[in-house]
């Protein structure tokens, strides 16, 4: 069973700080997904990476996925109260659609 | 994105009872769907991956007859909860494939509370 690591697992900030936030596997992975997810709410996906190395850009987010598509990390820029919430990894395993869930940073950005 | 939608948005039931969840595909067709649970404070544990037109496929260590899953149509997906315990008080939530990209989008997730 692949397993993915997500630290840290609880993230305090001030707005307006950076941030970044890893998941880590020692198993390689077809794809790597963020989520975030709000109290009460399903998931939403917020990037979908694919190549190893490759880089994506979501306004204040940026993705990586490393060269051995074997991790993840997601920076956040000038954090802001609205990004409070709790981030999820997935990955997913070749030849299969199933997607392996980290057990997510909560993030909190105090005003 | 895709819209996935479940419903109740919440429940509570009494001991012993059974509970259906329903999870649709609001703007296109998901030939796979996927169920999860997830307790306080833990991440996503997928349950079983339903496929429309025929069975389930559960993992280990979810039973089939306690979790009923049925996928008769390309939109929508059921879960039934039987003999509902406290036990299974938890936020359940599905998700969907895109035939497009083969990406998964979530429903808001069904909060099942047993008394």
């Known amino acids: 069973t692949q397993l993915l690591e997500q630290s840290p697992q609880f993230l305090s900030i001030q707005e307006g700080e950076n941030l970044t936030v890893y998941c880590n596997s020692s198993?390689?992975?077809?794809?790597l997904q963020w989520y975030r997810q709000e109290p009460g709410e399903g998931p939403v996906l917020l990037v979908t990476?694919?190549?190893?190395?490759e880089v994506k850009k979501l306004k204040r987010l940026t993705f990586q996925f490393g060269d051995a598509r074997k991790d993840s990390s997601l920076h956040i820029t000038a954090a802001q109260p609205g990004d409070t919430g709790l981030y999820l990894c997935?990955?997913?395993?070749?030849?299969?659609?199933?997607?392996?869930f980290g057990k997510g940073t909560k993030l909190t950005v105090n005003p | 994105g895709a819209v996935v939608s479940q419903h109740p948005s919440w429940v509570i039931c009494k001991s012993g009872t059974s509970v259906k969840i329903e999870c649709r595909s609001l703007?296109?067709?998901?030939?796979?769907m996927f169920w999860y649970r997830q307790f306080p404070k833990q991440s996503l544990m997928l349950m079983a991956t339903?496929?429309?037109?025929?069975?389930?496929?559960?993992e280990q260590g979810v039973e089939k007859d306690k979790f009923l899953i049925n996928h008769a149509s390309l939109t929508l997906s059921t879960l039934t909860v039987t003999s509902a315990h406290p036990e299974d008080s938890s936020f359940y939530i599905c998700?969907?494939?895109?035939?497009?990209?083969?990406?998964?989008?979530f429903g808001e997730g069904s909060r099942l509370t047993v008394l």
């Open positions: 990476v694919v190549t190893g190395g």
């Open positions: 198993s390689v992975f077809s794809s």
């Open positions: 703007d296109f067709q998901a030939t796979t």
């Open positions: 998700s969907a494939k895109t035939g497009n990209t083969g990406e998964l989008f």
């Open positions: 339903s496929n429309e037109g025929s069975k389930a496929t559960y």
């Open positions: 997935a990955g997913g395993e070749g030849g299969s659609e199933k997607l392996v």
